[in-house]
């Protein structure tokens, strides 16, 4: 089974995230949009997997959500891999990262002990909002996503990370569908 860890959005910033795409979608650029349900902030991303592994990673999650705080997020910029200029993935990163950041850390070292390979990249907060399938529209694009890059921190979204989910991603002809298999809450202070 193909699946990933990640944090999962509040309906508020999956809303606030719609609309953003919608704007986006005005371009008529040539972009797989991502579902709003689908929005999540990857935390690792495991490929396929043997459902035996399922139970160490269950237990990672689980050591690791004991030991991490809930805390606070917000929203950054809009922003575009490899820059917004020449758009392949569009996206909209988190200002205050640090406990994400640290989060994404201890997974990937706890992953690595159990035979999941180190990512090549380093990590990068960001909520993936869309892929660029080809360069119709592009200028277009380009221009409006430089207009809203900085449009979340106009509105300063922020949310609550309360758990980790570890997803299997089931693919379709309509996009992916994503099943929570394990959810783990954060400790309250």
Not at 22 to 50: M, R, S, Y
Not at 134 to 155: G, M, Q
Request: charged share 30%; aromatic share 8%.
């Amino acid at each position: 089974m193909r699946t990933f860890i990640a944090i999962p959005l509040s309906l508020d910033i999956k809303n606030f995230l719609a609309n953003l795409e919608e704007e986006l979608k005005t371009c008529q650029a040539d972009v797989k949009w991502v579902n709003p349900a689908n929005l999540h902030l990857t935390l690792k991303f495991l490929g396929e997997i043997k459902e035996e592994k399922i139970i160490l990673i269950k237990k990672i999650i689980d050591k690791i959500s004991q030991e991490t705080q809930k805390f606070i997020i917000s929203l950054s910029s809009l922003g575009a891999f490899p820059k917004i200029k020449i758009p392949k993935v569009i996206w909209v990163g988190i200002e205050n990262e640090a406990e994400v950041k640290n989060l994404a850390k201890r997974l990937e070292e706890d992953l690595y002990k159990i035979g999941f390979p180190k990512e090549k990249r380093p990590f990068s907060s960001h909520i993936t909002l869309g892929r660029l399938r080809s360069f119709k529209n592009i200028k277009i694009l380009v221009d409006k996503l430089e207009n809203l890059k900085d449009c979340p921190l106009r509105e300063k979204k922020e949310f609550l990370v309360e758990k980790i989910i570890l997803y299997k991603s089931n693919l379709t002809p309509q996009g992916p569908i994503y099943e929570e298999i394990y959810s783990q809450s954060l400790k309250t202070n």
